[in-house]
Each structure stands twice: as C-alpha cells, then as structure tokens.
C-alpha cells in the first residue's frame, strides 16, 4: 500500500478535527473507538494510518464510517427508547452463540 503524503496526512488530520467538532465528540471519544493509547492526535493519526496501510484508502473510509454508526448508535441507545446500541446488541448475540456452544460441549451445565 501507498503511504500518505505529509500533504494528505495534514487533510486527513483537518477532516478529523472538523467531523469530531461537526458530530460534537472529542478525539477521547475518537480514541477509545479505536482503541488507540492516546487521545493526542499523532496518536490518533497512527492508527488510522495502520487501518490505511492494511486496508487502503477504502479500508479507512469504512473504519471512519463504522465509528460514525457506532456513535449514532449509541446516541440512539441513551435516547431512552430502550434498544441497545447496534454494537453492543451484536456482542450479547455473539455471547449467546457461545453460550449454546458450551451448553452443547457440556450438557450438563446449568441453563
């Protein structure tokens, strides 16, 4: 994969800023949806350059997308309408298949 030019890594860095600032989050809401070590944006910048680098400029624009619907998501959870947030819905289904999976394994586990 292409790495970044300074150029567009100064563009990257100016989107970043501007979309936290346009969806009212702050780049700790940023770090921890990418589960990065700091909020400081160089930090920041390096793991969105892994994403990058793994997947392309495709790749990164997904990565930035699955953080908007996760941050939508959970804005749709604390409305108080008493659904889970789309990501966390999904993580109690993956824990109810690996539940069935042990309960299969050891049937004589407690339901």
Known sequence: ??????????????????????????????????RASSIRMPVLL??????????????????LCEIEALWQGEEAGASGDGSLPPALNDSFGQLDLLLEEIRQIAPDSPK
Do not use: C, Y
Not at 48 to 61: E, F, I, P, S, T
């Open 46 to 63: 390096e793991e969105l350059l892994r994403v990058h680098n793994r997947d392309g400029l495709a790749g990164l624009a997904q990565r």
């Open 1 to 34: 994969m292409a790495t970044l030019s300074p150029e567009q890594l100064e563009d990257l860095q100016g989107f970043i800023k501007d979309w936290l600032r346009h969806t009212g989050r702050t780049q700790a809401d940023l770090r921890r949806a990418l």
